[in-house]
């Protein structure tokens, strides 16, 4: 089956911690894309990919880093700069001005 | 810069009532527009994708029509089932081909 698969569904980070979510897709898609969810706000766009080993900031990129090595694979790492990372993230692929596909998403939260 | 405005935020409806949703842009220069369905803790699905040179994108009960020049998007709902029940978001293409979303509004179908 194509899709795209996150991982884990959910996730505990601890004070200071970085922590890395993972997105894979096998759709063959040039770009890729991660979103943060919170309650009561739209998505709000964090990374975007368009082609492998490039990436570019979205509107909330602080306190967030990715990698594009393979075109399958756009990892999202959380890092300790970022101070309220508890939230819903969302992963989601696309060929060029064309359907977005989005993962199940997951869910971020600090103890 | 694209903004998306979704109306009414939030509707409770009994079973079998037809439902209109509405999206509003304020950038008319789009290609395209996709609706998109999010249950509770779940990922986004995509429900219908419009383009441009189209009026009205159908898939079963679901039907979308677009007015660009007007700035407007309709997602209509044929005999509501409970199932349906779920956040109801639109998309449209902002800088670099990025979709921005509305906020959505939350649907409860009630037997």
């Known amino acids: 089956d194509g899709g795209i698969t996150q991982s884990p569904k959910y996730l505990f980070r601890k004070e200071g911690q970085n922590v890395t979510l993972s997105c894979e897709q096998n759709?063959?898609?040039?770009?890729m894309y991660w979103y943060r969810q919170d309650p009561g706000q739209g998505l709000r766009l964090i990374y975007y990919?368009?082609?492998?080993?490039?990436?570019q900031k979205g509107d909330i990129a602080e306190g967030y880093s990715v990698s594009r090595e393979k075109k399958e694979s756009f990892p999202l790492t959380v890092t300790s700069a970022q101070k309220n990372p508890t939230a819903f993230y969302l992963c989601a692929s696309s060929l060029q001005r064309d359907l977005f596909f989005f993962g199940p998403g997951t869910r971020l939260t600090v103890l | 810069k694209q903004e998306v405005t979704q109306i009414p935020a939030a509707l409770s409806v009994p079973e079998g009532e037809n439902l209109v949703l509405n999206c509003s842009f304020t950038?008319?220069?789009?290609?395209?527009l996709q609706w998109f369905r999010q249950d509770p803790g779940k990922g986004l699905t995509s429900l219908l994708l419009?383009?441009?040179?189209?009026r009205e994108q159908t898939s079963g009960r679901l039907n979308a029509s677009l007015d660009k020049s007007s700035g407007r998007s309709t997602l209509y709902i044929a005999a509501s089932q409970p199932g349906d029940s779920a956040t109801y978001l639109c998309?449209?293409?902002?800088?670099?081909?990025?979709?921005?979303f509305g906020r959505g509004t939350s649907l409860i179908v009630h037997p």
């Open positions: 419009i383009q441009s040179s189209q």
């Open positions: 990919s368009q082609i492998v080993n490039d990436f």
């Open positions: 759709l063959n898609h040039d770009a």
């Open positions: 998309a449209v293409p902002g800088g670099s081909y990025i979709p921005t």
């Open positions: 950038d008319s220069a789009i290609y395209n």
